[in-house]
């Protein structure tokens, strides 16, 4: 099995940074994608970015321009910088990893997740 382990939450002013980061340990799997999600309080859980193998990135709409995803193949992780933070970015951020198997199916793995939050 592998294990997605997030780093990097805490509490920032608005206009503040933060660098979340998520490396992959256990089995050595080679993840289709990796990306950031987050969860707010009441609300469903949203992709915020991903990027592939690649390198090839996509952003939601609101943290376009302020948020920058990468990733290091070699040593399996994922970081997401995030400047200019605003209240509404706070929630739970989830670390995803996309495997597909040689049968094509692909499997989600998941972190256990990091708090950001942004006060006003």
């Known amino acids: 099995q592998v294990q997605l382990v997030e780093s990097g939450g805490g509490l920032v002013q608005a206009g503040g940074s933060l660098r979340l980061s998520c490396t992959a340990s256990?089995?050595?799997?080679?993840?289709?994608?990796m990306g950031w999600y987050r969860q707010a309080p009441g609300k469903q859980r949203e992709l915020v970015a991903t990027v592939t193998g690649g390198g090839t990135t996509d952003y939601t709409d609101s943290v376009k321009g302020r948020f920058t995803i990468s990733r290091d193949n070699a040593k399996n992780t994922v970081n997401l910088q995030m400047n200019n933070l605003k209240p509404e970015d706070t929630a739970v951020y989830y670390c995803?990893?996309?495997?597909?198997?040689?049968?094509?199916?692909?499997?989600?793995?998941w972190g256990q997740g990091t708090q950001v939050t942004v006060s006003s």
């Open positions: 256990g089995r050595q799997y080679t993840f289709d994608a």
């Open positions: 995803n990893g996309k495997w597909r198997s040689l049968l094509g199916y692909l499997y989600d793995y």
